[in-house]
Nanobody, 117 residues
Framework: QVQLVESGGGLVQAGGSLRLSCAAS????????MGWYRQAPGKQRELVAT???????NYADSVKGRFAISRDNAKNTVYLQMNSLKPEDTAVYYC???????????WGQGTQVTVSS
């Protein structure tokens, strides 16, 4: 049974920081591409950042230089460090695991991030 459990969301003022965590179980974590996506009210879910099994990273242009994704394979956990937060970063943030060999995505339940101006 695959589980992705996010934590670390909350309310923060503009310019502040938050760190999201996603603990994974039931998947071969070390060989899986992990990612963070977000969905704001009335908008489609969008990519925030991904990190491959080899630790290559990819970011949306809107978060480059402010957010950093990392992984700890020993803890089966992926992180998203978010700095210099803006009100437009307000969204539900979802953890994603993409298992390439079966071309399947798994999703967490999401964690709310709210940035006040």
């Amino acid at each position: 049974q695959v589980q992705l459990v996010e934590s670390g969301g909350g309310l923060v003022q503009a310019g502040g920081s938050l760190r999201l965590s996603c603990a994974a179980s039931g998947i071969p974590f070390s060989i899986v591409t992990m990612g963070w996506y977000r969905q704001a009210p009335g908008k489609q879910r969008e990519l925030v950042a991904t990190i491959s099994s080899g630790a290559s990273t990819n970011y949306a242009d809107s978060v480059k230089g402010r957010f950093a994704i990392s992984r700890d394979n020993a803890k089966n956990t992926v992180y998203l460090q978010m700095n210099s937060l803006k009100p437009e970063d307000t969204a539900v943030y979802y953890c994603n695991a993409f298992i390439e060999i079966i071309s399947h995505n798994y999703w967490g339940q999401g964690t709310q991030v709210t940035v006040s101006s």
